[in-house]
């Protein structure tokens, strides 16, 4: 029997008493008795929909209560169901506002007619009233998910714990190209192990992770029911169950295929020379990087090289673009067609740009890698036949390289020394091959580090002038002193200046340490003119600080520092022989200009260079130094005797002073006095000072002017 005629029948003698079993199931009970304008409900109706109005029946409440679309909607079926007794019993939803409720719920409303008038009008209506809010929100999304099932882009597809498909959306179906049926019962193929192993993944750490409640993804690469490949991005998750463990898995899958192929497409782009086919200057350091590593694990020699065509800008210009790049592509296919490979490795091959190559060979040994670089350079040297040409084209190639691990750079260094040893073959006439010098610029490295490191010290206060007096040694009078650059280094101590002096002339710091040493020299002068100490400083000019072209210019400027004290006088600059006779004209030029503002030049280490007499005489320089090497021989060696006293006459005749070097002994000076030379300077008479001590030496020595170093035996008188 109907629900709602079983209600009529069970509640029909109790209808002024509600059952509570009603209120217990949520269902409101209510009678209408249109032709006694009568209505009655029970209390569980009242709490779900308010009162009924007295007049009006069923259209009148409905009036009152219903959700403005559903009374719209159920006035007609509601006048019907009275009007004709054909309808029996109306069954509808409708949205109410229960009392004291802001929100409108769904209800459930059952209405029959219960008695008849003989024209078949109603006469008395029974109706059921439930909540089925609930149930509508749950058929709401149940709605949603069957319209996402079928809707979504991305395939979804619900399995066992054994990955069978229980159900595919169009979408997977599609993407897999076959229907529903075809799938169902079958374990999904992107979960399959075998699609699983090939794209590189685990499928027990897949199920590990699903177990867990995690949500696993991950990149697979499979085929289609076609055969045709596809890139599948996968998301695997388990469906939750409320009181077990899960029984069904979700997998979403998203169709990367045409994605990967651009991706693809545009990394050959990106990677690639479209001219030639080959990997271009990016993907040619990343597979550089590739091999440095590959060489530090297998211990092989790397042998990176850079190719250039030699004159391949007179093809362009003198057959035309097109033609280059045809030439161009012949190149790439000798180059190509002479690589080597093994098992597990090949040789690398690139275009740089224009008609400049990259390679990466694998070698054993330098030995080796030359004889890849000859053979390589031996394949480009055939003839190259091109279309539209009557003869044969010739056209050589250079080649520069360097070895790692000999060469112990990174990729992009070297690369560039690649470059510069390539650069020098090119310098050299082309048509070669070289290898980058790894000696020479560590060599090159050393030097810059020692130059920044000079220049710290300068910056530092590090660097220190010695003096070492010049003396009359028949009358016992200070003349004067030299200036001698010392390095107090923190690390290393007291450095002579053949540990820097060296590195510092080859550099564009010589000057400022120049500079520096003559200011110095200077300070310490006027210091000395101020205790009425008169003696003459000189200073050591090197090469590349006397070939400055402002010299004399900057020398003018520090002299102007001291206007108080006439220092110019009491200045002597000494220039090496070898210096001085490298640009005769440029340097009697600037000692003359030197000369005008009262300073003094000595000719240094006199007789080591090849001055002839025509040279001195073109040189107004006031003193002839002579080196220690001869001084130091001359009382055992008759030649260096010879010299020394050459020296002194040449001096003698041009009206220079004469300073011998290297005196040690007094047997040295007393020669040296008797051939006419009386200035003398050595360790013999004094080491090297410092300034402050220079003082009470000279007071010392006018008093007493003996040998401060070694002596023969019997001798421990005087110099003089």
Same mark, same amino acid.
């Given at each position: 029997?109907p629900?709602?005629?079983?209600?009529?029948?069970?509640?029909?003698?109790?209808a002024?008493?509600?059952p509570?079993?009603?209120a217990l199931?949520?269902?409101? @009970?209510?009678?209408?008795?249109l032709?006694?304008?009568?209505?009655?409900?029970?209390?569980? +109706?009242?709490?779900?929909?308010?009162?009924?109005?007295?007049?009006?029946?069923?259209?009148?409440w409905?009036?009152q209560?219903?959700?403005p679309l559903?009374r719209?909607? /159920?006035?007609?079926?509601?006048?019907?169901?009275?009007?004709?007794?054909?309808?029996?019993?109306?069954?509808?939803?409708?949205?109410?506002?229960?009392?004291?409720?802001?929100? +409108?719920?769904?209800?459930?409303?059952?209405l029959r007619?219960e008695?008849?008038r003989?024209?078949?009008?109603?006469?008395?209506?029974f109706?059921?009233l439930s909540?089925?809010?609930a149930?509508?929100?749950?058929?709401?999304?149940?709605?949603?998910?069957?319209?996402?099932?079928?809707?979504v882009?991305?395939g979804?597809?619900?399995?066992?714990?054994?990955?069978?498909?229980?159900?595919?959306?169009p979408?997977?179906?599609q993407?897999?190209g076959?229907?529903?049926?075809?799938?169902?019962? #079958?374990v999904?193929?992107?979960?399959?192990e075998?699609?699983?192993?090939?794209?590189?993944?685990?499928?027990?750490? /897949?199920?590990?992770a699903?177990?867990?409640?995690?949500? +696993?993804q991950?990149?697979?690469?499979?085929?289609?029911?076609?055969?045709?490949?596809?890139?599948?991005?996968?998301?695997?998750?388990?469906i939750?169950?409320?009181?077990?463990?899960?029984?069904?898995?979700?997998?979403?899958?998203?169709d !990367?295929?045409?994605?990967?192929?651009?991706?693809?497409?545009?990394?050959?782009?990106?990677?690639?020379?479209?001219?030639?086919?080959?990997?271009?200057?990016?993907?040619f350091?990343?597979?550089?990087?590739?091999? !440095?590593?590959?060489?530090?694990?297998?211990?092989?020699?790397?042998c990176?090289?850079?190719l250039? %065509?030699?004159?391949?800008q007179?093809?362009n210009?003198?057959?035309?673009?097109? @033609?280059g790049d045809?030439?161009l592509?012949?190149?790439?296919?000798? @180059?190509? *067609?002479?690589?080597?490979?093994?098992r597990?490795?090949?040789?690398?091959?690139?275009?740089?740009?224009?008609?400049?190559?990259g390679l !990466?060979?694998?070698?054993?040994?330098?030995?080796?890698?030359q004889?890849?670089?000859e053979r390589?350079?031996?394949?480009?040297?055939?003839?190259?036949?091109?279309? *539209?040409?009557?003869?044969?084209?010739d056209?050589?190639?250079s080649?520069?390289?360097?070895?790692y691990?000999?060469?112990?750079?990174d990729?992009?260094t070297?690369?560039?020394?690649?470059?510069?040893?390539?650069?020098?073959?090119?310098?050299?006439?082309?048509?070669?091959?070289?290898?980058?010098?790894?000696?020479?610029?560590?060599?090159?490295?050393?030097?810059?580090?020692?130059?920044?490191?000079?220049?710290?010290? %300068?910056?530092?206060?590090?660097?220190?002038?010695?003096?070492?007096p010049?003396?009359?040694m028949?009358?016992? =009078?200070?003349?004067?002193?030299?200036?001698?650059?010392?390095?107090?280094?923190?690390?290393?101590?007291l450095?002579?200046?053949a540990?820097?002096?060296?590195v510092?002339?080859?550099?564009?710091?010589?000057a400022?340490?120049?500079?520096?040493?003559?200011?110095q020299?200077?300070?310490q002068?006027?210091?000395?003119?101020?205790?009425?100490?008169?003696?003459?400083?000189s200073?050591?000019?090197?090469?590349r600080?006397?070939?400055?072209?402002?010299?004399?210019?900057? &020398?003018q400027?520090?002299l102007?520092?001291?206007?108080?004290?006439?220092?110019?006088?009491? &200045?002597m600059?000494? $220039?090496?022989e070898?210096a001085?006779?490298?640009?005769?004209?440029?340097?009697?030029?600037?000692? =003359?200009?030197?000369?005008l503002?009262?300073?003094?030049?000595?000719?240094?280490?006199?007789?080591t260079?090849?001055?002839?007499?025509?040279?001195l005489?073109?040189l107004? $320089?006031?003193?002839?130094?002579?080196d220690?090497?001869?001084?130091?021989?001359m009382l055992?060696?008759d030649?260096d #005797?010879?010299? $020394?006293?050459?020296?002194i006459?040449?001096?003698?005749?041009f009206?220079?002073?004469?300073?011998?070097?290297?005196?040690?002994?007094?047997s040295?000076?007393?020669?040296?006095?008797?051939?006419?030379c009386?200035? *003398?300077?050595?360790?013999?008479?004094?080491?090297?000072?410092?300034a402050?001590e220079?003082?009470d030496w000279?007071?010392?020595?006018?008093?007493?002017?003996?040998l401060?170093?070694?002596?023969d035996a019997a001798?421990?008188?005087?110099?003089?």
């Amino acid at each position: 029997m109907p629900f709602l005629p079983l209600l009529q029948r069970l509640f029909a003698p109790r209808a002024a008493a509600w059952p509570p079993e009603l209120a217990l199931a949520g269902i409101g @009970l209510a009678r209408w008795d249109l032709g006694r304008a009568q209505a009655s409900a029970s209390p569980q +109706w009242l709490s779900l929909a308010g009162p009924l109005p007295a007049q009006g029946g069923p259209a009148g409440w409905l009036g009152q209560q219903a959700h403005p679309l559903d009374r719209a909607r /159920l006035q007609p079926r509601l006048e019907a169901l009275c009007r004709n007794a054909a309808l029996d019993e109306l069954r509808e939803p409708l949205r109410l506002r229960p009392p004291g409720q802001g929100d +409108w719920r769904w209800f459930e409303l059952r209405l029959r007619a219960e008695a008849r008038r003989r024209d078949g009008r109603a006469q008395r209506l029974f109706a059921t009233l439930s909540d089925i809010s609930a149930q509508r929100v749950a058929e709401e999304r149940q709605r949603m998910s069957v319209a996402l099932f079928q809707q979504v882009h991305e395939g979804l597809v619900v399995t066992d714990l054994n990955h069978q498909v229980l159900d595919a959306s169009p979408s997977y179906c599609q993407l897999m190209g076959r229907p529903r049926e075809a799938l169902q019962g #079958r374990v999904a193929a992107p979960l399959s192990e075998a699609m699983l192993r090939r794209s590189g993944h685990d499928p027990a750490r /897949l199920r590990q992770a699903v177990q867990a409640g995690e949500t +696993w993804q991950g990149l697979v690469q499979g085929e289609r029911d076609d055969g045709r490949p596809c890139s599948l991005q996968l998301s695997l998750a388990a469906i939750p169950e409320p009181d077990g463990p899960p029984r069904y898995l979700v997998l979403t899958v998203s169709d !990367l295929t045409e994605q990967m192929q651009q991706r693809a497409r545009l990394d050959q782009q990106q990677a690639f020379d479209p001219l030639t086919g080959l990997p271009n200057q990016a993907e040619f350091r990343l597979r550089l990087e590739q091999a !440095l590593q590959s060489s530090q694990r297998e211990g092989f020699t790397l042998c990176i090289a850079c190719l250039d %065509l030699d004159h391949f800008q007179r093809v362009n210009e003198r057959h035309g673009r097109a @033609l280059g790049d045809r030439l161009l592509g012949l190149v790439a296919e000798r @180059l190509r *067609g002479a690589l080597r490979s093994g098992r597990e490795w090949s040789d690398d091959l690139a275009r740089l740009g224009g008609d400049e190559f990259g390679l !990466l060979l694998r070698c054993r040994d330098a030995a080796e890698a030359q004889r890849a670089l000859e053979r390589l350079l031996n394949v480009l040297r055939a003839p190259y036949h091109l279309e *539209g040409l009557a003869e044969p084209l010739d056209i050589g190639a250079s080649l520069g390289a360097t070895l790692y691990p000999r060469d112990q750079s990174d990729g992009e260094t070297l690369q560039r020394h690649a470059a510069h040893a390539l650069y020098r073959v090119k310098r050299s006439g082309r048509n070669g091959h070289q290898l980058f010098d790894t000696e020479k610029r560590a060599r090159n490295e050393a030097q810059a580090m020692a130059l920044g490191r000079m220049q710290e010290a %300068l910056d530092a206060g590090e660097l220190r002038l010695f003096y070492q007096p010049k003396v009359d040694m028949r009358r016992g =009078r200070v003349l004067g002193a030299e200036a001698l650059l010392r390095w107090q280094h923190p690390e290393r101590g007291l450095l002579a200046p053949a540990h820097f002096l060296p590195v510092l002339e080859r550099t564009g710091l010589a000057a400022g340490v120049g500079d520096w040493v003559i200011e110095q020299a200077l300070q310490q002068s006027s210091r000395w003119l101020a205790q009425g100490l008169a003696l003459r400083v000189s200073v050591n000019v090197t090469a590349r600080h006397l070939q400055t072209h402002d010299f004399a210019q900057r &020398l003018q400027e520090l002299l102007a520092r001291h206007p108080a004290a006439p220092l110019a006088e009491h &200045l002597m600059l000494e $220039v090496l022989e070898s210096a001085a006779l490298a640009d005769i004209e440029a340097t009697q030029a600037l000692i =003359r200009r030197c000369r005008l503002l009262g300073v003094s030049f000595a000719l240094d280490d006199f007789g080591t260079g090849y001055s002839t007499l025509t040279y001195l005489k073109r040189l107004p $320089v006031d003193t002839l130094k002579i080196d220690r090497s001869f001084v130091q021989n001359m009382l055992i060696d008759d030649q260096d #005797r010879a010299l $020394v006293e050459g020296v002194i006459g040449l001096a003698r005749h041009f009206g220079c002073s004469v300073v011998a070097e290297g005196v040690e002994t007094a047997s040295h000076a007393r020669a040296l006095m008797a051939l006419g030379c009386d200035q *003398g300077q050595g360790n013999g008479i004094a080491l090297p000072m410092a300034a402050d001590e220079l003082a009470d030496w000279v007071a010392r020595f006018e008093a007493r002017p003996v040998l401060a170093g070694r002596q023969d035996a019997a001798e421990v008188s005087a110099i003089h």
